[in-house]
């Protein structure tokens, strides 16, 4: 588990002018998880969101179907990207791993086969909107079937990361952007992981981007669920971004179709 560090503000201030002072302006993006249908909280969600947000939709959730009315109200809401999350969102570990919905003990063709199931529901369902993104939930997938996402039709791949920070492709034609900052304290009170460590996930990651222990061209990631947010994690994010304004960084998150650009057999994977 990684060390909790917290940040305050003021931290959050003096790693802005550090990039300021290399001439560069930093950059998030924003991916929100566990999407099957239109709800109030989804509704917050739009309203409290500034910027672009990548929604992870379960395809085929056995106790929680996709819903055309999700469909209805992302088509209204041209900041929305769906990425696909998993298939049915449903954990195949062994007796006493941790969850995993793709693990290497599983059938690779039982993997393989429901992965080309849940990208062709959501193409049907969200067309231009959903980018072939896989984010495997818990954020595991396992090594043997990475391979095999580019000839099904995925650009890329969205886990979470913690230091040491990945800084290179899990698989050639695959671009991995992830997140860095979860908003939930999934190990606690499965509320709002407080101000402090949100802060000091958001300037570690700047601070490592910018000193080459990250990827620095790829954006920060705000991990974010909407269905369980409580009142303090919907204020945080509003703070955020009022902070971020207020700097006049606004504009600092990025649209998810600028990080997975269609792309051709002959581009190099990773131009953003």
Do not use: C
Not at 37 to 56: D, N
Not at 224 to 234: E, I, K, P, Q
């Amino acid at each position: 588990m990684a060390e909790v560090i917290k940040a305050d503000w003021d931290d959050l201030a003096r790693e802005m002018d550090l990039w300021a002072d290399v001439g560069q302006a930093p950059t998030l993006w924003w991916r929100d998880d566990d999407a099957v249908a239109a709800t109030p909280a989804l509704a917050e969600l739009r309203r409290v969101a500034g910027g672009p947000v990548a929604l992870a939709v379960i395809p085929a959730a056995p106790d929680r179907p996709l819903a055309q009315s999700l469909a209805d109200f992302l088509a209204d809401w041209p900041g929305a990207f769906v990425l696909q999350h998993g298939i049915s969102h449903r954990s195949h570990a062994s007796a006493g791993a941790k969850n995993s919905e793709f693990p290497a003990t599983l059938d690779l063709a039982m993997r393989v086969e429901g992965l080309e199931m849940g990208m062709e529901r959501l193409q049907n369902m969200f067309g231009a909107q959903f980018l072939p993104v896989l984010t495997p939930p818990w954020n595991r997938i396992a090594d043997d079937l990475l391979p095999h996402l580019a000839g099904l039709g995925y650009r890329g791949l969205s886990r979470f990361d913690e230091p040491p920070y990945r800084k290179s492709a899990t698989h050639p034609r695959l671009v991995e952007v992830n997140t860095q900052v979860d908003v939930i304290d999934w190990r606690g009170s499965r509320g709002f992981v407080g101000e402090g460590p949100a802060l000091g996930r958001l300037v570690g990651h700047l601070a490592a981007r910018r000193s080459g222990m990250a990827a620095p061209e790829l954006p920060t990631g705000i991990l974010t669920h909407h269905l369980v947010h409580d009142t303090a994690t919907w204020r945080f994010l509003e703070n955020l971004q009022d902070w971020l304004a207020k700097r006049g960084v606004g504009q600092v998150f990025v649209l998810p179709s600028r990080l997975w650009p269609a792309m051709g057999p002959s581009q190099e994977r990773g131009r953003l």
